[in-house]
């Protein structure tokens, strides 16, 4: 798998699906309009001030709450890439695997990233080489069924390629 590159955008702890999703915006047809409200009430204008950044780092306990897919599909119109948090919700994580986003489960602290840096994800070999700050920071590695679907761009890619195989 490539490497994710980008620029970083540092949210804080406990960010819950009701937070990166507000439950009002459920009932819009139009993602790209949904998108345009993500974090709100967290984060004012998120949306503008994430528009060049492609990586979100979190702290514990990332995506708590309802399983809802929309916020995991809200971060991918937005350009995000990958999401390093010190930890997850379960299902969260897997969402962001089978929608073809990388979740990275990292133990950082202020010292390893700063909003604005870019940074290098080695899905491969386990490495985040933050480049503003030249350090590299190991993390543990995804299995490979995981980095599978994420060399697929997520399950539901990774199942045509499996059919169309099977044909």
Not at 50 to 65: K, L, M, P, Q, Y
Not at 105 to 117: P, R
Not at 144 to 166: A, D, M, P, T, V
């Amino acid at each position: 798998m490539e490497n994710i590159e980008g620029e970083i955008y540092i949210l804080g702890d406990d960010i819950n699906t009701d937070d990166i999703v507000p439950s009002y915006t459920l009932t819009m047809r139009d993602p790209n309009e949904m998108a345009k409200h993500v974090l709100e009430f967290k984060e004012p204008n998120f949306a503008q001030k994430v528009a060049t950044r492609s990586i979100i780092v979190g702290g514990h306990n990332f995506g708590t709450g309802s399983s809802r897919e929309e916020a995991v599909n809200v971060f991918k119109i937005l350009g995000i890439k990958g999401i390093i948090a010190k930890s997850f919700s379960r299902i969260y994580f897997r969402n962001l695997i089978n929608n073809g986003v990388a979740g990275v489960i990292c133990d950082w602290d202020e010292a390893t990233f700063s909003n604005g840096d870019k940074v290098q994800i080695s899905i491969e070999n386990g490495i985040i080489f933050n480049k503003s700050k030249d350090i590299e920071i190991a993390y543990k590695k995804l299995p490979s069924f995981l980095k599978k679907i994420l060399e697929s761009g997520g399950i539901l890619n990774q199942l045509k390629e499996k059919l169309k195989s099977n044909q």
